[in-house]
C-alpha cells in the first residue's frame, strides 16, 4: 500500500520537497518543481523530470511540451486546473538528462504521498521512465500506450506518449504518435466521464 510522509497534507509535502536536498539535483536546481492542480483530482498526469522552463518557474509542464500537453487535454474539455500534473523527480537534471535510478528511488517517496493523498481513480505515465517504473515493465511506451494497467490500491495506470515525444514527431498520418495520443486522449476522457456516471459527480 501507498504510505504518506508522516501525517503531512499535501501543501506540506510542497514545501519539503522546496527544501529537499536528499540527492545532488538540489544544488543545480532553480527551483523544485512539487506540482499542481487539484487535490481532488480523480486522475494524476506523471512526467518524468521538470524541463529548463518548469526549473525556473516552479510549475510543471509550461514549456512547449507543456503548451502541446494543455491543448490535448483542451481538445477534450478536461481543465488542466481540474487534474494533477506532477513528475517522477521535482528538479531538473542538468541538461534534461535521464534521471538515474537513484534519483527517482530518493524522489519516489514525495510520488507516492501525493498518490496516497489525492487517491486517484487513474494514473497517466507519460513517456518510458515514469511508464517503466511504475509498471515495474521493461516493455517501452510505444508497446504499452493506450492500453489499462491494474495497480496499487485499485488504481488504473494509463500510459500515454510524452507530449516531448510528439514535438519531436509532427506527423499526423494514422499510426503516428499524434494520431495515437488523440485516439488515447479520447479513451481517457471516455474513463473519466464514465468515471462521473458511476459516482454520480
Known amino acids: 500500500m501507498l504510505e504518506k510522509?508522516?501525517?503531512?497534507?499535501?501543501d506540506e509535502i510542497a514545501e519539503k520537497i522546496k527544501a529537499c536536498q536528499k540527492c545532488p539535483l538540489f544544488s543545480t536546481?532553480?527551483?523544485?518543481?512539487?506540482?499542481?492542480g487539484s487535490y481532488k483530482s480523480p486522475v494524476i498526469f506523471v512526467g518524468e523530470a521538470p524541463g529548463e522552463?518548469?526549473?525556473?518557474?516552479?510549475?510543471?509542464?509550461i514549456g512547449k511540451a507543456g503548451q502541446l500537453f494543455s491543448k490535448i487535454l483542451q481538445s477534450v474539455k478536461i481543465k488542466r486546473e481540474d487534474v494533477f500534473i506532477t513528475?517522477?523527480?521535482?528538479?531538473?537534471?542538468?541538461?534534461n538528462r535521464n534521471p538515474s535510478k537513484s534519483e527517482i528511488g530518493l524522489c519516489l517517496p514525495y510520488l507516492e504521498s501525493q498518490i496516497a493523498l489525492i487517491n486517484p481513480k487513474i494514473?497517466?505515465?507519460?513517456?518510458?521512465?515514469?511508464?517503466?517504473?511504475l509498471l515495474n515493465s521493461q516493455e517501452g511506451i510505444t508497446k504499452v500506450r493506450g492500453q489499462w494497467f491494474d495497480w496499487t490500491g485499485g488504481?488504473?495506470?494509463?500510459?500515454?506518449?510524452?507530449?516531448?515525444?510528439?514535438?519531436?514527431?509532427?506527423?499526423?498520418t494514422p499510426g503516428s504518435p499524434k494520431e495515437?495520443?488523440?485516439?488515447?486522449?479520447?479513451?481517457?476522457?471516455?474513463?473519466?466521464?464514465?468515471?462521473?456516471?458511476?459516482?454520480g459527480k
Not at 510522509?5 to 499535501?10: A, K, T
Not at 536546481?29 to 499542481?36: F, L, S, T, Y
Not at 494514473?123 to 517504473?133: E, H, M, Q, R
Open 180 to 199: 495515437l495520443t488523440w485516439k488515447d486522449i479520447k479513451e481517457l476522457k471516455r474513463a473519466l466521464s464514465q468515471l462521473r456516471n458511476d459516482f
Open 29 to 36: 536546481r532553480h527551483n523544485a518543481v512539487p506540482g499542481e
Open 155 to 172: 488504481i488504473k495506470i494509463f500510459p500515454m506518449f510524452h507530449p516531448s515525444y510528439l514535438l519531436r514527431h509532427e506527423e499526423t
Open 5 to 10: 510522509i508522516g501525517s503531512l497534507s499535501m
Open 123 to 133: 494514473i497517466v505515465t507519460l513517456g518510458n521512465i515514469p511508464t517503466k517504473y
Open 53 to 61: 522552463v518548469e526549473d525556473l518557474h516552479g510549475k510543471p509542464f
Open 87 to 95: 513528475n517522477m523527480l521535482k528538479c531538473r537534471p542538468p541538461g
